[in-house]
């Protein structure tokens, strides 16, 4: 298959009709038209092949993720998802997986009504970015530093469960179906688009859980120039990490492991009450789990208030 | 170096002040205004080493590059460059590398006032994504397919330099200054974004010239659904490659080779002499190279009117 037929594939899967894409594939650049008062949130994010996820994912996994991850983006400013750009750099050019690929992105595409727009096709080690454009009414996107010491700390759904389904895909025992739960959470994490929406202008700062809750909640804290103390105990837990996991271990999954892709926000008292019932209606709830405070950093304590420690904050490449 | 001191040594190399710049590098997302009665101009560029460019190439030619191939799709729109997304994938975290790559991206993005406004720095094997959008007043767009027959068809500047620079790279033979010549235009392109500015609302249909000529006047012709005669006789010509090639050689890398990003541009009679007076005073001069012609296909002709036989047409991957 021709890059040129390659095109054709992935325009034909992922190619939306929307009145706001003037020019579409096929030009040196697509035209776009931005709705008036409104900002436009642009984000990027690569995966690589064995580095973001296992070199034995599924095309189609792959393909949901690349745009996932790039969504939850979108989610944490509050911006409504409108355009992407794809580059796709493959070792060969293979149909099946292209097709396998462009499947699984753009079944998350349509959710959100969302168009690709354009994109780049090469040869090379397998390595996907994508960029996302969405649309904020005017300064209105939430951003990491508006954090103010009092406020309460926020996630949206469970914590872990990625990292849970990371560490038994490396393990040597047979799939259960539990670990199926988790592993799905990995591939196929859901953006929170929905909440983000819901969260604008009523949330004090946000963030998404990428790198893991202590390093991204650790952002919000460097941005707003407060500190956070967090309840270990209170975190948000799916039954399947909780069942595959012993305490500790689970607790480290919660704090420190990565591609959660849920919102870690924080509000006022006074909103919290409020807005915990329009994000449960939302269709994805969120839990308490700590406060804002004056000193620096992310200060983690269990239920009884004593200090926990903690073996390793978040992802880092190149760490 | 971590990932984070990574993404600073790239915010103080490429962050500039841009007034429609909300939010710039360091949050989950930029934020970002476009101006009233324009639409956005968006292209994706991926470069993969040891496709794209020679394993042995200079960091900051690389940098340079890597903005310069997407800037020359803005160019070929019309559009004012803006802001650009870098996705950086490195094999390791050294710093006088992303200093040197930063030097020849910013030397680039700081002649447009172009910002950078986020990314993302993943390890793996070394390619480079950028993203960048550029505006243009409403409906103003250079498109390829308003090409007419009776157009002229035009070129910016010379064709064939980049890849005779190329092909001496390959060559064992000493560097000699005219070599070195070619090279840097293989290494360090000039995006034509004052001459796509003179163009619009004036050419008829306009490409840049990336994968080589004859591929990319196709694509004008197969979007504008006409066809074109060229003389390879007219084809302008740098006196560096004239001295460094044989006529046949100098041919095919003039009608195939890539990487020139010149503008290769369709225009009436009409129109034609006064953009060609415009084109100079901005800085870069076009030449009349052919015309557009019914019958669909790219057709090569000598100065007598003979037909030329074409070796290879142009870049393809996965061909």
Redesign the interface.
Known sequence: ????D?IDVIRKHCAIARDDV??GI?????????P?HH????????L?????FPEATEAADIGWKSLAVNLS??A??G?TPA?A???L??P??DRAWVENFCGGFASLAREFKLAL?????????L?I?V????F?P??M?L???GARVGDFVFVTGTLGDAAGGLRLMGSDEPRTDLAQELVQRLNRPTPRVAQGLVLRGRARS???VSDGLLADLGHICT?SGVGAEIDVDALPMSSTLSAGFSRDDRRNLQLSGGDDYELCFTASDDAATELLGDLARSGCGATRIGRIIEESGVRVVDAAGNAVAVARRGW????
């Open positions: 298959m021709s890059e040129f390659l003037r020019v096929g030009d040196d650049a697509a035209v776009l038209a931005v008036a900002q436009l949130a642009v984000s990027t994010d690569t690589v092949s064995g580095v973001h983006d979108l944490a400013m911006a355009w750009t794809l580059a750099t493959l060969s050019s727009v354009g994109g780049d096709t090469t040869q090379g080690p390595t970015t960029t996302v454009h969405g904020v005017n300064d996107a951003l990491r530093n946000c963030i998404d941005a880092e490449h190149f760490a």
